[in-house]
């Protein structure tokens, strides 16, 4: 890795100003920003094609377009600004970042139960959205500066607690949508920076044990004859609120891998106590995780999940959104109904049909072929991303590029499966497709920055 570039701040002169932004041209990464306005341009066109039946129809499209000027403008700002930059202020940007997340609980609106937004006239804005890239640039940042420290467990620590901190403030919204996103980016930029296994798999091993446990006590409401008084299921279920049950599940947890590890011992099996004690951290840590995710999720998203599990549960309620998605993707067939002809969407029969679901109107539209040709758009979109992080010229640069294509990855897969059925409907966007301002905004903010990793590598 070549040695770390100084920002430029303040140029000398103005002929230096000019030759520095002629490199930044002549290096421009062409295929990204094309891909990614072509992404754009058909989020607008099926966004008015959605939003056709709706009252505000024409509010909805303007507020999307002045979205996507604003966004280009952040694009071509961040293209021509030292990326480096990011890297030398993590703590003011941390700071920020909480900041945010924490003024929106006491200042910000309430929409679907949800206190999330900053409203700004006939606009509002998202904080989760800016804090999403503005955790990436810090733990990017850290672990850049701790490049020969990533096989210790403080250096792993202090990003996890970064990326903890953030998803609590969001689930005090609550929004658990949003938080799904923060683990897989810093699992992504954790491996890519040196992180041993052990840890890796430590956070992994977490995160799923967390829903597998929120999973669980989902399908136990399904099965209410498993639930008598007395049996263990029952034990097991109120025991993932906070009480009796739960002080005494850890107990018996405890004394298990307490008994576990003793018995070992007798057998003259080398293990460390420490590891034992480890794995009960873990596992406590995740079931508390999943009691407070149970009792702080809405009526809604709890019916969400379990629908997932049960599908014929609520056919015309929370079951209804994934049924037409799936019927309005299949309806498409090969070349679609046509542009702006979909019936499913005029009709009104696809909920959320511009903003979660905006893939189901898509499909119906322009059929397989114009579904495929977006899919392949989103796929040059993570090449590109993961292209100009092996070629970085700084470790900062790559870990920053690797974060920002997993987040893209992440969201247009889990959106693709949820509108598909293979996922619960979890309120995410579809990044440069799906309605809101402040995640297109944010997306392009995250392009620009990886314009400006691609054309710096060439810049001095």
Known sequence: MTERLKPHFFLTSLRERDSLV???????????????????????????????????????????????????????????????????YPRPILMFSILLLLSVLFLGSTYRGTRAWFALGPFSFQPSEVSKLLVILVVAGWCSQKEEEMEY?????????????????????????????????LIAILY?????????????FYAVVSLGFLLLHTGFSLRPPLLETGSIYSFFYKGMKFGKEFFWIHVSAGSLILFLWWFLKGLRYRVSWVSFLFVFLILSVSWTSSSYLTQAMKGYQRKRLMVFIQPELDPMGAGYHVIQSVVALGSGQMTGKGLFSGTQGRLGFLPEQHTDFIFSVLGEELGYVGSSMVLIF?????????????????????????????????????????????????????????YGGSSLVISLAAVGILLSIHSRRFTY
């Open 153 to 185: 467990l403080k250096s792993v620590f202090v990003p996890f607690c970064i990326v903890l901190a953030h998803i609590l403030l969001i689930l005090l919204q609550p929004d658990f949508g949003s938080t799904l996103v923060y683990f897989p980016v």
């Open 192 to 204: 890519v920076a040196g992180t041993p296994s052990i840890y890796l798999l430590t956070i992994l």
């Open 22 to 88: 002629q490199k930044i041209v002549r290096h421009f990464d062409w295929i990204l920003f094309l891909d990614v306005l072509a992404l754009c341009i058909i989020g607008v066109v099926m966004i008015y094609s959605a939003s056709l039946r709706l009252k505000s129809h024409e509010l909805i499209v303007s507020k999307q377009s002045v979205a996507l000027l604003v966004g280009i403008a952040f694009l071509f700002l961040l293209a021509i600004l030292n990326y480096q930059v990011f890297e030398i």
């Open 378 to 434: 989103y796929m040059v979109l993570i090449w590109r991303a993961f292209a100009i992080a092996a070629g970085s010229r700084d470790r900062f640069g790559m870990l920053t590029a690797v974060g920002i294509g997993t987040m893209f990855a992440f969201y247009a897969i889990l959106n693709l499966a949820m509108v598909m059925g293979f996922a619960p409907v979890a309120g995410l966007p579809l990044p440069f497709l799906s």
